[in-house]
């Protein structure tokens, strides 16, 4: 069965401190994968997406992500995070094989950055 | 150009009712889907429509259904609502060009309504 899993649910980081949030998708041929973000009282926001190409990824707010083919995962990385990265934080895939639009979620993972 | 739209933002319901939420697009996008979010279920697709049909359906009761209009706005509909039906709705709309590689476009979410159900 189509699945994103996302390990960590709960992550506590300082401020400047790096971050990296686990994503790993299960094979169901080609993928879509994105990364969303929830802030507090807010909508779901695009933080970026990788459809193809340069398996590098670069989204807003100086998040990137890598696309690693071979360990099925979609890793979203910060160097240094700052108090307002404080969120909930999504991973999705849209399986193509499906051949209709339908984003596959992780659980979330909860991010508190303390200043 | 204004987001996705969803009204109402809240609804406080008792179960046995049933509820319309309602959905604006993005304009131009022509496919919006529909998710429901839960502290214990987290984001479950319900359903997607396009062009005034539905292409694609979650895992949930015939209670749970919608439709699309010709503007590309759409609503969904609970019938018959059960306390297990507290949830945040979420719309997501995209342009999806049929015809161009994968056809495929990214979803922009609305803020949602927050449905509690007593």
């Known amino acids: 069965a189509q699945s994103v899993s996302q390990h960590n649910h709960h992550v506590i980081l300082s401020e400047a401190a790096s971050l990296e949030l686990g994503c790993n998708y299960s094979?169901?041929?080609?993928?879509?994968l994105f990364w969303y973000v929830q802030y507090p009282g807010q909508h779901l926001q695009l933080l970026l997406k990788y459809f193809s190409g340069d398996p590098l990824v670069k989204g807003i707010k100086g998040f990137e992500a890598e696309f690693i083919k071979s360990k099925f995962s979609f890793n979203l990385r910060k160097p240094s995070v700052q108090w307002s990265d404080t969120a909930e934080y999504f991973c999705?895939?849209?399986?193509?094989?499906?051949?209709?639009?339908?984003?596959?979620f992780g659980t979330g993972t909860r991010l508190l950055v303390s200043p | 150009k204004a987001g996705v739209t969803q009204t109402p933002r809240y609804l406080i319901k008792t179960r046995g009712q049933q509820v319309t939420l309602s959905c604006s697009p993005i304009?131009?996008?022509?496919?919006v889907s529909w998710y429901q979010q839960t502290p214990g279920q987290g984001l479950q697709f319900l359903f997607e429509y396009f062009s005034e049909t539905q292409r694609n359906k979650g895992n949930f009761p015939g209670r749970f259904s919608g439709r699309q209009f010709s503007n590309s706005r759409s609503e969904m509909n609970v019938s018959t609502l059960e306390l297990g039906d507290s949830a945040l709705y979420l719309c997501?709309?995209?342009?999806?060009?049929?015809?161009?590689?994968?056809?495929?476009?990214?979803?922009?979410f609305g803020p949602g309504t927050r449905l509690t159900v007593l």
């Open positions: 094979y169901g041929g080609t993928v879509n």
């Open positions: 304009s131009g996008h022509r496919s």
């Open positions: 999705a895939g849209d399986y193509m094989n499906t051949g209709f639009q339908k984003l596959v």
């Open positions: 997501a709309s995209s342009l999806m060009t049929p015809g161009l590689a994968g056809g495929r476009d990214t979803q922009y």
